[in-house]
């Protein structure tokens, strides 16, 4: 056989071809399952932080049983979609939360946000999932930036864009401003921009 044949270099090439497919699709499937036991760990794990539940342990268990034991998660209409709504009920403690999510510099930014019943007060913030850049935009995570968020006012009475003021302003001991992360001002300004459009969204839903 003539392995420098054009026949010959095509049929090689397609059984590389062949062999590294059904390798990679072997894998994909064999750990499909895995991968979405992650992600749901991943994603309760953040819906308990974000709650500031106690949770006992690390295992998936067991963040999975905080959110059955406190958390009530319901679907409402929102336009023609439907919006995940999450509310805490113990006394003393309670809460509601909402996904939001929007275009950061990079990619989209996933994340949950906690007010108080009366959607007058921000209580915590974290992040599902982003594309920011490391040590800079993707600082969004660290708790010195999420932390700005705890006790912080939402001025409804203002104009929908500036309810929360991520970075400068005329007035930077106001109650509905935090800073800006530094040499991030993109992402800042667009976590600003989609969290402020969300904060408007759900405060036109009929939550029960």
């Given at each position: 056989?003539?392995?420098?044949?054009m026949?010959?270099?095509?049929?090689?090439?397609?059984?590389?071809c062949?062999?590294?497919?059904a390798g990679?699709?072997t894998?994909?499937?064999?750990?499909?399952?895995?991968?979405?036991?992650n992600?749901?760990?991943?994603?309760?794990r953040?819906?308990?932080?974000?709650?500031?539940?106690?949770?006992?342990?690390?295992s998936?268990?067991?963040?999975?049983?905080a959110?059955?034991?406190?958390?009530?998660?319901s679907?409402?209409?929102?336009?023609?979609?439907?919006?995940?709504v999450?509310?805490?009920?113990?006394?003393?403690q309670?809460?509601?939360?909402?996904?939001?999510?929007?275009?950061?510099?990079?990619?989209?930014?996933?994340?949950?946000v906690?007010?108080?019943?009366?959607?007058?007060?921000i209580?915590?913030?974290?992040?599902?999932?982003?594309?920011?850049?490391?040590?800079?935009?993707?600082?969004?995570e660290?708790?010195?930036?999420?932390d700005?968020?705890?006790?912080?006012?939402?001025?409804?009475?203002?104009?929908?864009?500036q309810?929360?003021?991520?970075?400068?302003?005329p007035e930077?001991?106001?109650?509905?401003r935090?800073?800006?992360?530094?040499?991030?001002?993109?992402?800042?300004?667009?976590?600003?921009?989609?969290?402020?459009?969300?904060?408007?969204?759900?405060?036109?839903?009929?939550?029960e």
């Amino acid at each position: 056989m003539n392995k420098k044949s054009m026949g010959y270099v095509l049929g090689f090439t397609l059984l590389v071809c062949v062999f590294c497919g059904a390798g990679v699709a072997t894998v994909h499937f064999s750990t499909l399952g895995l991968l979405e036991k992650n992600e749901a760990l991943h994603r309760n794990r953040v819906i308990c932080r974000a709650f500031l539940l106690d949770v006992p342990g690390e295992s998936a268990e067991a963040y999975a049983e905080a959110i059955r034991n406190h958390i009530r998660i319901s679907r409402v209409r929102d336009g023609n979609s439907l919006r995940t709504v999450y509310r805490r009920t113990d006394a003393g403690q309670e809460a509601v939360g909402f996904d939001f999510g929007g275009m950061g510099f990079w990619d989209r930014i996933n994340g949950i946000v906690v007010l108080t019943p009366d959607l007058a007060q921000i209580l915590n913030i974290q992040f599902f999932d982003h594309k920011e850049t490391p040590g800079l935009g993707a600082r969004i995570e660290e708790q010195t930036f999420t932390d700005q968020f705890k006790g912080l006012q939402v001025a409804w009475e203002r104009d929908a864009g500036q309810r929360v003021v991520i970075g400068a302003s005329p007035e930077p001991d106001a109650g509905n401003r935090v800073d800006a992360i530094t040499g991030a001002t993109q992402t800042s300004s667009a976590l600003m921009g989609f969290l402020n459009a969300e904060l408007e969204r759900v405060r036109n839903l009929e939550i029960e």
